[in-house]
């Protein structure tokens, strides 16, 4: 069974970092790409940012240069550092991966084939 534990997520203002990880058991992880989703109050799930199992990376215009996905392959977690954070930052943010292992697009949700339980990342002004 695959299973993704996200954590760090918070309360920041405007203009502050977070970093959010994700550790992931039951497959290799280094073997398959990983990615970050988030979901706002009644708005679809998307795409935030992903890195390929040879660490490529691929992120949504809306946080591109602000946030950051990395991987620790030793440690069997990927990481999202988010500088610069905005009010319409906040959402639950999910870790996510499917069976593939590099990137050619960014994912849509129904890609997706593992979910972890999110982790709330709310920006206050």
């Known amino acids: 069974q695959v299973l993704l534990v996200e954590s760090g997520g918070g309360l920041v203002q405007s203009g502050g970092s977070l970093r959010l990880s994700c550790v992931v058991s039951?497959?290799?992880?280094?073997?398959?790409?990983m990615g970050w989703f988030r979901q706002a109050p009644g708005k679809e799930r998307e795409f935030v940012a992903a890195?390929?199992?040879?660490?490529?990376?691929m992120y949504a215009d809306s946080v591109k240069g602000r946030f950051t996905i990395s991987r620790d392959n030793a440690e069997n977690t990927v990481y999202l550092q988010m500088n610069n954070l905005k009010l319409e930052d906040t959402a639950v943010y999910y870790c996510?991966?499917?069976?593939?292992?590099?990137?050619?697009?960014?994912?849509?949700?129904?890609?997706?084939?593992?979910w972890g339980q999110g982790t709330q990342v709310t920006v206050s002004s």
């Open positions: 039951g497959r290799t992880f280094s073997r398959y790409a």
């Open positions: 996510a991966t499917n069976s593939a292992a590099l990137l050619f697009r960014r994912w849509v949700a129904r890609e997706i084939d593992y």
């Open positions: 890195v390929s199992a040879t660490s490529t990376t």
